[in-house]
């Protein structure tokens, strides 16, 4: 049984307060992928890596025995491979006929590293956990597929927020082994801006705090707290803030209710090390080199991903095989956690399968 979860990237507007288990109806598998003697990029290495997976389907070999009908889905920063078992996400795309029939794909759905229960600083490191970056993120994700499940080809890789980014690391360094990609919800550049503001703030929110202990506190320090409200303000769009609290003490209300939900599962040390991870990533130079056909969805209330800055428009001019579209800000958008709504762009996703089917 997979444990009960909280969602940040649903946070405003579907009650982020509220565990996301698993639907009965969904026959999951679950399992460990051990890989022996993983090297971070950056230096460091631990003589065993845990990365922990869900699956539904039943993989589809063809006559060399390779894997044909994988699909891998990539959660963002805290979430877990858990969170597409959200109704909102699984009961618009995983029932016969839609998008991602689970009688026709095999869903691989891994917890990235530092996440869920992947190997993580809380485990029992802290703060001595080996600094990773989104590079070992999808080295550890390629191993978990090739030594853990005999997958060495994704008919597809839908990525949602850090997952998004990680489809760009994918193409770039994996290129044969991806049919198509679908980012949702990133940009195709490294982390700047305010984007870099607020996890600068949540970070040092945590790192500053004298009860951080260097990373090995007793109890979770109070900066936690900070990091997790900067976290739930960036998720939604004022719209859906507006609505949780349309007077001072419903919206104070709903803030601190959100926050507490996080509190109790949330670890200081797992926080800074997801936010810090994307230091690596830096897709834009080898954008004109990408031969992977993609469809990158951005929404237009994303806090995130400002739309106003125009930089996928830009950017992807130079790459191309991949498809932009800018989702228009609607009364059913979200917000940056738009991007697992998938009644808002499961339609996009039904077509593109169709346009890169082979």
Wanted: hydrophobic share 40%; proline share 8%; net charge negative.
């Amino acid at each position: 049984m997979v444990r009960p979860i909280v969602l940040l990237a649903l946070a405003v507007a579907f009650a982020l307060a509220q565990p996301s288990t698993p639907q009965p109806s969904w026959p999951v598998k679950q399992g460990d992928a051990l890989l022996r003697d993983f090297k971070f990029a950056g230096g460091g290495s631990l003589p065993e890596l845990k990365i922990h997976y869900l699956t539904l389907g039943s993989p589809q070999r063809d006559a060399h025995g390779h894997v044909t009908n994988a699909v891998m889905l990539l959660h963002g920063t805290s979430g877990s491979g858990a969170q597409f078992l959200n109704p909102i996400f699984s009961n618009e795309l995983f029932p016969p006929g839609q998008p991602l029939d689970i009688a026709k794909f095999y869903v691989i759905m891994p917890d990235g590293v530092g996440h869920g229960d992947s190997s993580k600083p809380s485990d029992g490191l802290h703060a001595h956990f080996p600094r990773y970056g989104y590079a070992d993120m999808v080295e550890a994700q390629r191993r978990m597929l090739v030594e853990g499940l005999g997958v060495d080809h994704l008919r597809l890789l839908l990525g949602t927020s850090m997952g998004c980014m990680h489809a760009y690391v994918w193409a770039e360094t994996h290129p044969e082994f991806l049919q198509a990609a679908m980012p949702l919800a990133c940009l195709p550049t490294q982390i700047s801006g305010r984007n870099l503001a607020w996890r600068t703030i949540a970070i040092e929110a945590i790192r500053n705090d004298p009860d951080w202990r260097l990373g090995d506190y007793a109890a979770q320090p109070p900066g936690l707290r900070t990091a997790l409200g900067m976290l739930a303000l960036v998720g939604g769009n004022p719209l859906t803030w507006q609505k949780a609290g349309p007077d001072r003490e419903k919206a104070l209300a709903y803030f601190h209710r959100v926050v507490e939900a996080r509190l109790r599962t949330a670890d200081a040390n797992d926080i800074m090390y997801a936010l810090d991870a994307s230091h690596d990533y830096d897709p834009a130079p080898g954008l004109a080199k990408m031969r992977t056909p993609m469809m990158h969805i951005n929404f237009s209330d994303d806090t995130i991903n400002p739309a106003e800055l125009h930089i996928p428009e830009t950017l992807l001019k130079q790459a191309p095989t991949v498809t932009f579209e800018l989702y228009p800000y609607t009364p059913d958008t979200i917000g940056h956690g738009s991007h697992t709504k998938a009644a808002l762009w499961k339609d996009r996703l039904a077509r593109f399968l169709e346009a890169t089917g082979r």
